[in-house]
């Protein structure tokens, strides 16, 4: 008995919940086609995305295209059991002409495919394959199976005019990738939090650079400042993009950190907001955070609390050292009564 075989089948309807922008976008980048062909899926129609599939291939490609967006369905493949390729289990194939005898002196013919009984015509009516190149397309097949393994001339008996079937599953990475100099892919919180603890680490050598550069000229310490400021702005912007495209959101809002009281908002929606689960449209998610960015992220949030500390404690040693200054100062007083120094006269 054969294995059941299986194709995926696509409506041309998102996911609930996905806009179907983006799921033309993600499907445009599975199947690395123009946006032409990919807008020809959504016409309504039931297009098969994928034919002649075992079921774990089938669960695999339903997985990848739902987690892109689409809806998809499983359905089992009866067409694709049917071949005109000789073989062990069949060794009697139906021919073209031998088609082509029994249907010389009726009306009616055998979809060589399907199976589909119908009036002669060329095209079949149920599973759409213009019979005469199909016809062709099997010989060649018949031709070229010495040469090649059956599992590769089971995988292309289908229609020739069936939709691309690119390895969606192998095309999805699973982890974006991370550039801090870049507009493009995603970062989480955490690890927001952690470049940010990085680049002021970073420029802490380099603001005693520029202030050691002041002793040698200050047109070279404010040419320094410049450089240090833009590249400070660029790495700054770079992360915080990422960041909002994390959540889903387009990277001009970073913008809005610059408008009063809204950007200190803004600002904390970037740090406490999680980011989409899965793939969105700007990229399958970012990958996990390693140890050296959880730390740096802890080192972070600890700086306000170090802050408020020093705020609380230095003034608190301040006074004690004033106190002790006036005490040591009190006990070095001559004393009233003492005795009169040789040559001075008492009063």
């Not at 995926?8 to 983006?22: C, H, K, R, S």
């Not at 960041?243 to 908002?265: A, C, E, K, M, Y």
Request: with cysteine; net charge negative; aromatic share 6%.
């Amino acid at each position: 008995m054969t294995e059941a075989r299986f194709k995926i089948v696509f409506d041309g309807e998102p996911m609930p919940g996905v806009a179907l922008e983006t799921v033309k976008e993600n499907l445009a980048r599975l199947f690395k086609s123009d946006a032409s062909k990919i807008d020809s899926l959504f016409g309504g129609r039931s297009v098969a995305l994928k034919r002649d599939l075992v079921e774990a291939e089938a669960d695999k490609y339903l997985t990848a295209l739902q987690r892109a967006g689409a809806m998809v369905r499983k359905e089992q493949d009866i067409a694709a059991g049917l071949s005109l390729v000789a073989t062990e289990d069949h060794p009697a194939p139906v021919t073209a002409a031998a088609a082509a005898e029994t249907s010389t002196d009726t009306d009616t013919m055998n979809c060589p495919k399907c199976g589909h009984e119908q009036a002669k015509a060329a095209e079949c009516q149920v599973c759409g394959i213009i019979i005469d190149k199909y016809l062709a397309r099997q010989a060649q097949l018949t031709e070229e199976a010495p040469q090649v393994k059956p599992s590769v001339i089971s995988s292309e008996t289908t229609s020739p005019y069936a939709p691309p079937r690119a390895q969606v599953g192998e095309q999805l990475p699973e982890f974006g990738e991370l550039k801090v100099l870049g507009t493009s892919g995603r970062i989480g919180r955490v690890r927001y939090l952690g470049w940010s603890m990085a680049l002021m680490l970073a420029f802490l050598p380099i603001g005693g650079v520029i202030l050691g550069s002041f002793a040698l000229s200050d047109a070279l310490a404010a040419l320094l400042t410049l450089v240090a400021c833009l590249a400070l702005v660029v790495v700054s912007v770079c992360i915080g993009v990422q960041r909002l495209h994390d959540i889903g959101w387009s990277g001009w809002l970073w913008l809005l950190n610059f408008v009063p009281i809204i950007g200190s908002v803004f600002a904390l929606i970037m740090l406490f907001m999680p980011g989409t689960d899965g793939p969105n449209r700007y990229g399958p998610p970012p990958p996990p955070n390693s140890r050296g960015v959880k730390v740096l992220a802890w080192l972070i949030i600890l700086v306000p609390v170090i802050g408020i500390v020093a705020a609380i404690s230095l003034p608190a040693y301040q006074d004690y050292l004033m106190r002790t200054q006036m005490g040591d100062a009190a006990s070095f007083e001559q004393p009233g009564d003492a005795p009169a120094l040789e040559g001075e006269s008492a009063e």
